[in-house]
């Protein structure tokens, strides 16, 4: 059965694009204004959507602000998976290139910085989403950590190293901490090599 289509656009494409739409709203209404600014009827004006779309591709405002929020973690996992990826051998380098493109995701695109380590800590929803996303980033800094213990160490040292980051970068997004950028980001390349200690 062919797939219908309008003005040459098939329907399950222009279902994505509003999806897309969607998300991308959310995403910045959450990060620019706070969680309390996302609802299904600040969205759908934004996004000038009726009603009927909203529900075609989430189940409700909590749905829709859970996938802005994944999205954006899914971007930062990626981001990083690709420094380290990338980095070689060497590790000043790989974590250089971590901190380097971790920094751009939450610094040169505030608005997600702030969904992804601010807006957690305001709403109940993306709190407990957070908890159940961070044994990834933990695991991804916990690989770098070979040679720097037993697996105990391993993990205690990748979970304090995440937590510790993550403050940094929320409280420089949150006006907390003036510092200037550069110093911010060679102060995270330090703590990352602090707590990689083996031996090339």
Not at 8 to 33: F, H, N, P, S
Not at 54 to 82: K, N, P
Not at 146 to 168: F, W
């Amino acid at each position: 059965m062919t797939e219908r289509s309008w003005g040459g656009t098939k329907l399950a494409d222009r279902r994505a694009a509003r999806r897309q739409t969607l998300l991308d709203v959310a995403e910045r209404l959450a990060g620019e204004e706070g969680c309390a600014a996302v609802t299904v009827r600040s969205v759908c004006r934004e996004a000038r959507l009726t009603d009927r779309y909203f529900y075609e591709s989430f189940t409700g405002r909590d749905d829709l602000l859970l996938a802005a929020f994944e999205r954006v973690a899914d971007e930062a996992r990626s981001a990083l998976e690709g420094a380290v990826a990338t980095g070689g051998p060497q590790r000043e380098v790989r974590a250089r290139a971590a901190v380097s493109a971790f920094v751009a995701l939450v610094l040169d695109a505030p608005h997600k910085g702030r969904l992804l380590l601010l807006e957690p800590f305001a709403d109940p929803v993306l709190g407990a989403r957070s908890h159940l996303l961070m044994p990834a980033f933990t695991d991804l800094v916990g690989g770098q950590l070979a040679g720097t213990g037993d697996d105990i160490d391993r993990r205690l040292a990748a979970h304090a190293l995440v937590g510790g980051l993550a403050n940094l970068f929320a409280g420089w997004l949150h006006g907390t901490l003036d510092v200037p950028r550069e110093r911010l980001e060679a102060h995270c390349v330090e703590l990352v090599l602090a707590a990689t200690t083996s031996e090339e």
